[in-house]
């Protein structure tokens, strides 16, 4: 590829810099206007993000949704983890470790990069290689050119030196599972580029993940993987590495060039691997053989993907002629994944289906893929004003019920997300990026290796103002700023760009402006405290109890390492119907810990359930509860939709309460509760005998089908989603009733069982009622039982039995099934019954 050359518009140094005070935005200002927040931590936004503004509001909203959205899948998975990202709201069954899956990892990667947190941005970087049960390649991915691209933002050599062995491992690992050394290329199917029966897997007999074969994005990625460990070698004085990854790159883009590049319809398509039914041959594009061979379509959105990383050479860019077309891949809420016209062209009703419907990770590449068109290329095919006009199409497809919102697919021409929207699973779905859109290609900050600063906004000629204030770049806080009559910012007219609070270049009117950036100072240590209150089920401490939970929302919500505040679907503890004037919630530790810092996420629904009109913290210290001195609160009073932290000279303890008491008419809830220390890692393990009797315990039951997991149900994970992994039910059970059986071990005092209660919405629901039963040495005896929470069988609920307490070896709840339905499980847990 020849490199556009640059419009030197400015180039100055930093010594020339005219000063000028405070920030570009007022920063809570610009908070409230939009009035959609379920997120209110303003001061996470005000430290953490870029902030940005334009005289297009729909974009301004979509830009902090998507910063919200990137809160509710921060996931604290271990201290030994720290963060990472799922991409479903839940942790569906193909998720790798605290749901994280890598489908949308480099998407994820390049919107993170543009927070002013290394921590976050490291461990994302860490967790695909350094904790167990991550699954760096169960779906294609570009890793190794976003972990290059995060260096492009932050600046960080070690941060290089970091991941340099990772990019390689993944590397290594791409070419033993999915190198044809033959064909020389990168061999997968559309499955695995998360685009499932698409155009070419319906012509195979495998209509969901069918086609294998040599793809325009792995391929493409693997190329871009390929140049970012070359530059990164490079970086760190590996000339002979950065020589053989280069040369790797360049005979991959040689060959993607010349097998996946059709002349004659002046597109990128996927190839067949192998011959497929009605005639299709091995190493013939889409429609050039079967069925429909011949037909001038079979274009797909994937066919601009080598763009996205600059992989075509001049000569291409007729590819994009198609894109804002209506009679191909432009609609109202589009682009289309496949263009219209095409044979097998298809709205699909429920997600997912990939042969026309608009696709957020699609538009996301396509909307890279344009910018760097119009950075790095000649060419006259697509203009500015088609990038704004797709990124407001893109912008206004993120939209329900008149708010900011994205799901996993939408209807192209009127921008449904019905049939691709499930409930507790598609919600707010991470699998496409914006912000990085904005940054990067409306506002124009191009990231580049070297000691300059380029920017070149693709903003529309009619707008009079915008501002993207406060990034964090290799070491500097830049700020970009038009204003048009010098009113909106009071810096002056024109165009200008600021390095560390100093006016650094101003142009008349937006265009290319690059300047020379002095050395970015030494970037400061990242602090690296630990979470204690965490357990996503690795082991039976922390543990978390409470003198009164509401059935649908159990205590082992505060410590999943995830926070969001809306109500549907839950994340959340709440006292909702508890008879006490006040409720408490103790954490566990199950050994001495040192704590230094709490912070309680308290929700505040408006109705119902409202921040507590105060509470206390107590840690237990001598056989009793005691006050903890010197706590400094922040905010002072209790306040919803944000962490209230509570900071205080560290002390050591096993336990602590939190005591909360209730504003009058309204419960009290959380969505989190975490406890911060500084400490070595890993951490000692617990010492404690597991409050839980049920925990890691053998479990039978009356019918299980083979291989059914019964084990899940004393993992100690609850999992109430429909596509979790971690439940289990009577399903091919021809009983009218069955047990679930726990042998506890050893003789046990028992006085209070949860059964928490799955239910699929079809053939899986809650049991008409059920009954708990003891082994007394001869035989099976009920228990008595002294209350039942609720008293009726709930799904999606701890459904609370407390009993007589007696001494057993072996438990079991016996159910009446909901015929036709049968009864579905996540946990049960089995306690003594003592507070």
Known sequence: MTQRPLVLTALLCLSALVPIHGQLLNKDTVLRRQTWWDNKDWDWYKTKIPFFESPDTAIDATYYYRWELITKHLTYGAPETGYTFSEFIDRPFWSGAYGAISCPLG??????????????????????????????????????????????????????????????????????EHWDSIHALFRWDGMHDG?????????????????????????????????????????LGDSAKAKAYAERAMALKERVQKQLWDPKRQFFFPQFARNEKDGIRAGSLTYQDGPHAGDPHGREEIGFVPWQFNLPDPGYERAWRTLMDPASFFAPFGPTTTERGDPLFKIAPRCCEWSGNSWPYATSQTLVAMANLLNDYHQTVVTPDDYMRLLKVYTLTQRLNGRPYIAEA????????????????????????YVNLIVTGLAGLRPRGDDSLEVHPLIPAAWDYFALDDVAYRGHRISIAWDRHGTRYHRGKGFMLF?????????????????????????????????????????????????YSAPESPTSYLIDGQAWYHQSPPNRWTTLGSPNASDWIVLDFGITRSVEQLKLYFLDDSTGVRPPAQYQIEQWRGGKWLPIPNQRRSPSLPTGRRPNLVTFSRIETAKIRVDLTSQTSAATGLTELEAWTHAGLPLSPAEAAPRNLAFGRKVSASFAEPD????????????????????????????????????????????????????????????????????????????????????????????????????????????????????????????????
């Open 107 to 176: 998407h994820q990667a390049y919107e993170i990069r543009w927070l002013k947190d290394r921590r976050i941005i490291e461990d994302f970087a860490r967790y695909w290689f350094e904790t167990a049960g991550a699954e760096p390649r169960s779906y294609s991915n570009w890793y190794g050119d976003a972990m290059w691209a995060t260096y492009l933002a932050v600046g960080d050599t070690l941060f290089v030196k970091m991941v340099l062995p990772h990019m390689e491992a993944q590397f290594r690992g791409w070419v033993a």
């Open 499 to 547: 390095v560390d609070g100093k006016q650094a270049a101003r142009a008349p009117r937006p265009g290319r402006l690059t300047i020379l950036l002095a050395p970015g100072g030494a970037l400061p240590p990242v602090d690296r405290p630990v979470n204690l209150a965490i357990n996503n089920g690795r082991g039976a401490y922390p543990w978390v109890f409470a003198s």
């Open 410 to 433: 939408a209807n192209p021409d009127n921008g449904s997300w019905d049939g691709a929207n499930t409930y507790y699973h598609s919600e707010h779905y991470f699998h496409s990026q």
């Open 708 to 835: 059914s997991h019964l084990q899940y149900l004393t993992d100690g994970i609850i999992a109430f989603s429909y596509y979790g992994r971690n439940h289990w039910s009577f399903t091919g059970s021809p009983n009218g009733q069955d047990w679930v059986e726990v042998n506890l071990g050893a003789m046990q005092s028992v006085g209070r069982v949860e059964a928490y209660l799955w239910a699929d919405g079809r053939g899986v629901r809650a049991p008409k009622s059920y009954t708990v039963q003891y082994w007394n040495g001869r035989a099976w005896t009920p228990a008595h039982v002294r209350s039942e929470l609720p008293a009726k069988p709930q799904a999606s609920a701890a459904n609370t039995i407390l009993l007589d307490p007696v001494l057993t070896d072996h438990l079991r709840i016996v159910f009446e099934h909901d015929l036709p339905a049968v009864t579905g499980l996540t946990e049960v847990m089995i306690l003594d019954g003592k507070p």
């Open 195 to 235: 685009m499932e029966t698409n155009i070419n897997s319906r012509q195979t007999e495998d209509v969901f993940s069918g086609g294998d074969g040599y793809r325009p994005t792995l391929n493409s990625y693997l190329f871009a993987d390929a140049i970012a460990i070359a530059k990164s070698a490079s970086l």
